[in-house]
């Protein structure tokens, strides 16, 4: 079977059976980037040695590994490769391209320290920065790749589910909070003129 490279329209009664997969860390192209272009400025406050670290952060890699797990396991899943905008602008797609709703933990989305604190630095949404290389994918059996995924080295984590509803919830705080998420208004990148 082929691997969808975009979502279709998932039919109403099948939508609370299918789970949100992300894989690769949010932010960690856009991290890169921001350690690259504004290192001087990052150096003010952070290490030059932890600065030099970020700007290698992001390494392309090959992807014939995820492409085979993926058939095997999950020949069905609908695949979106993320970019600008990040996680959100990638939730907001699925959305409008599947007709559902979705619950997303915020704290089950992969991101690492070094993106958390550029953010802070600049004051930026970590979950709206460019995310490239990384994949939020649709499928029933989001455990199975996860833990595939995760077992040769590719950082994997179910983050939510679709629903048959149009909301979309983003909860944080353990779950004791939430929130509807805004469209998405562009990538943070360019808060710093990037």
């Given at each position: 079977m082929e691997v969808h490279t975009s979502f279709v329209k998932i039919p109403k009664a099948e939508r609370d059976?299918?789970?949100?997969?992300?894989?690769?860390?949010?932010?960690?192209?856009?991290?890169?980037?921001?350690?690259?272009?504004?290192?001087?400025?990052?150096?003010?406050?952070?290490?030059?040695?932890?600065?030099e670290d970020m700007k290698k952060l992001y390494i392309s890699e090959g992807e014939d590994e995820f492409d085979s797990l993926l058939r095997e396991i999950a020949p069905d899943a609908q695949v979106l490769t993320m970019g600008e905008g990040g996680i959100e602008t990638a939730l907001w797609t699925v959305a409008e391209e599947t007709h559902a709703g979705f619950t997303v933990d915020y704290q089950a989305i992969p991101i690492r320290q070094e993106t958390v604190e550029v953010c802070e630095f600049y004051h930026l949404n970590p979950y709206r920065l460019e995310s490239k290389r990384c994949r939020l994918i649709a499928l029933k059996n989001g455990g199975s790749l996860a833990a595939a995924l995760t077992a040769v080295g590719t950082p994997a984590a179910v983050i939510g589910k679709l629903n048959a509803t149009n909301d979309r919830i983003l909860l944080?705080?353990?779950?004791?909070?939430?929130?509807?998420?805004?469209?998405?208004?562009?990538?943070?990148?360019?808060?710093?003129?990037?």
């Open positions: 059976s299918i789970y949100l997969l992300m894989t690769g860390f949010c932010g960690l192209s856009g991290t890169a980037l921001i350690a690259k272009k504004k290192g001087d400025e990052l150096m003010t406050y952070y290490s030059s040695a932890y600065v944080y705080d353990n779950g004791e909070k939430s929130r509807c998420l805004d469209r998405p208004s562009g990538d943070e990148l360019r808060k710093i003129g990037l």
